[in-house]
């Protein structure tokens, strides 16, 4: 069992930037990956790393926006959010797959609870 915990989510304004942090409860060999879900829409994919750092993929629309980073040594999974837009406005979930990387979100056994990022324009 792993557990994981988000933080760095706030209200920020359009253009501007945030960095959330995941920390999870143990080490864990495990794929990371950011997902959010906006007020009636579904769950999307965000971004991903591979258990090394080897491997990044994000959603076309974050790609050029969005980083995804991790530091083993901390159990700590980072995403860097850059240029936000209102359309940003999300709840932010990290997750854990002891698969390979992956953008499903079937794939994913663990779950955080989610931090609010709220954008204004």
């Known amino acids: 069992q792993v557990q994981l915990v988000e933080s760095g989510g706030g209200l920020v304004q359009a253009g501007g930037s945030l960095r959330l942090s995941c920390t999870a409860s143990r080490r864990a060999n495990y794929a990371m990956g950011w997902f959010r879900q906006a007020p009636g829409k579904e769950r999307e994919f965000v971004a991903l790393?591979?258990?090394?750092?080897?491997?990044?993929y994000y959603a076309d629309s974050m790609k050029e926006r969005f980083t995804i980073s991790r530091d083993n040594a901390e159990n700590t999974v980072y995403l860097q959010m850059n240029s936000l837009k209102p359309d940003d406005t999300a709840v932010y979930y990290c997750a854990a797959a002891p698969s390979s990387p992956t953008a499903r979100i079937e794939d994913y056994l663990y779950w955080g609870q989610g931090t609010q990022v709220t954008v204004s324009s």
């Open positions: 790393i591979s258990r090394t750092s080897g491997t990044t």
